[in-house]
Structures are given as structure tokens and as C-alpha cells.
């Protein structure tokens, strides 16, 4: 089960360091991403990373402003964002995947944590 926390209010040009917890299952050979979620818009890729943590992706929107990492040792994964703009408004899940690659493509992530919620006011 994963347990993503950390969102919040915040105002824009502020940051904000989201974590994703992994309890009754180890998901340290797993691929891990966060996507994100507006209402009424589909879930959208936001950064991935694979297992060791030598490969990252992020989407065009975040590069440069967010960096994902993880720590095996805690079954933690980390999504660090920076310069937080209006429009990074979202729900933030993090996700397992089916490989140990990194992936952009929902269907390639097997596991799904409960989101946090970020806002970003301007």
C-alpha cells in the first residue's frame, strides 16, 4: 500500500517536498512515479524513476522545478518541487510500477497511493 503526504497550501514561487510511503510491501525493485490530477481532467505523468534510482523523467511542465529521488532502505519515494506555479494545482499520486524502468504511461504502474492535495495560489 503507498501513502502519498506532504501537499499543502502554498503561495506561488514557494516549494514543497511531497513523500510517498510503501507499508506491507517492499517496492524496491519497482519503477516508481508521481502523477497528478486536476477534477475533470485526465491523471497526467509528472516524473518517474527506476528502481536504483540511476533514471529519471520528468514532463516538459515540471523539468527543471521538480526532481524525483527515492530510498530504498525506507520504501520511500520523494518528489522535491521547486518555483511552484498556479498551475501545478493538483491531486499528486505516486505510483509502483509493473517494471523496474522508469514510464510515463499510466497503465505500466500496477500500484497507486491515495493523493496529497497541492495549492499553489498566486
Known amino acids: 500500500q503507498l501513502q502519498a503526504s506532504g501537499g499543502g497550501l502554498v503561495q506561488a514561487g514557494a516549494s514543497l517536498r511531497l513523500s510517498c510511503g510503501a507499508s506491507?510491501?517492499?517496492?524496491?525493485?519497482?519503477?516508481m512515479g508521481w502523477f497528478r490530477q486536476n477534477q475533470g481532467k485526465e491523471r497526467e505523468f509528472v516524473a518517474a524513476i527506476s528502481w536504483r534510482g540511476v533514471s529519471t523523467d520528468y514532463a516538459d511542465s515540471v523539468k527543471g522545478r521538480f526532481t524525483i529521488s527515492r530510498d530504498n532502505a525506507k520504501n520511500t519515494l520523494y518528489l522535491q518541487m521547486n518555483s511552484l506555479k498556479p498551475e501545478d494545482t493538483a491531486v499528486y499520486y505516486c505510483?509502483?510500477?509493473?517494471?523496474?524502468?522508469?514510464?510515463?504511461?499510466?497503465?505500466?504502474?500496477?500500484?497507486w497511493g491515495k493523493g496529497t492535495l497541492v495549492t499553489v495560489s498566486s
Open positions: 505510483a509502483a510500477s509493473l517494471t523496474s524502468t522508469t514510464s510515463r504511461a499510466r497503465d505500466r504502474y500496477r500500484y
Open positions: 506491507g510491501r517492499a517496492v524496491s525493485n519497482n519503477g
